[in-house]
């Protein structure tokens, strides 16, 4: 099993510009998660879907959208990259016998310029 | 909503000591507690969780306590190695949502 996985690593944009980051698990998990972390924040909910066709909004949706495009994958876009965006954004996963447990990826380094 | 603190930010330790975080919630309906580590580069994993019906949970060198009236739970680490040295996260929820609320982090030094 390869977990979840993000793409892409790393990024730049300069700001204005749009990009969708990718997150795939194969788990078999009902509920995904995008989160984002800068230094001493700790890791924030940007959006969540709890189940298949469903999204909602976490402690800091604006700028994001997303879409859960079936139970494996689930998107993060930005559609115009502000300064304030540069972050390390991940994807988690949970649900199964584990249920609460986090399963993160390995993590986007995003800067915006 | 959920609100938790924790600390220390970051706690500086000599290989072989015991280290202490502590984190505090606001929620009483809060019934999960895990424990992530995240080593630097990485993804944070999670090392140990507790539930509220337990006041106490080992795993080798590593120990969660809770005590649900206080709403605090903290980690313990003892006999530290240079291994142990990354960015602890604690987190809670509640209920069916299970969408947690993280601490901010505190960064464990481990000297050799």
């Known amino acids: 099993n390869a977990g979840v996985t993000q793409t892409p690593k790393f990024q730049v944009l300069k700001t204005g510009q749009s990009m969708t980051l990718q997150c795939a698990q194969d788990?078999?998990?009902?509920?995904m998660y995008w989160y984002r972390q800068d230094p001493g924040m700790g890791l924030r909910l940007i959006y969540y879907?709890?189940?298949?066709?469903?999204?909602d909004k976490g402690e800091v949706p604006n700028g994001y959208n997303v879409s859960r495009l079936n139970k494996r994958e689930f998107s993060l876009r930005l559609e115009s990259a502000a300064p304030s965006q540069t972050s390390v954004y991940f994807c988690?996963?949970?649900?199964?016998?584990?249920?609460?447990?986090?399963?993160f990826g390995p993590g986007t380094r995003l800067t915006v310029l | 909503g959920e609100n938790v603190e924790q600390h220390p930010s970051t706690l500086s330790v000599q290989e072989g000591d015991s280290a202490v975080i502590k984190c505090t919630y606001s929620?009483?309906?809060?019934?999960?507690f895990p424990w992530y580590k995240q080593e630097l580069g990485k993804r944070p994993q999670l090392i140990i969780d507790?539930?509220?019906?337990?006041g106490e949970k080992k795993d080798q060198r590593i120990a969660v306590t809770l005590n649900k009236t206080a709403k605090h739970f903290s980690l313990h680490i003892t006999e530290t190695q240079p291994e142990d040295s990354a960015v602890y996260f604690c987190?809670?929820?509640?209920?069916?949502?299970?969408?947690?609320?993280f601490g901010r982090g505190t960064s464990l030094i481990v000297h050799p």
């Open positions: 988690a996963s949970s649900g199964g016998s584990s249920l609460n447990e986090q399963f």
């Open positions: 788990m078999n998990h009902n509920s």
């Open positions: 879907s709890a189940s298949e066709g469903t999204t």
């Open positions: 929620d009483s309906a809060s019934n999960y």
């Open positions: 507790i539930r509220s019906n337990v």
């Open positions: 987190a809670c929820s509640s209920g069916g949502s299970y969408i947690p609320t």
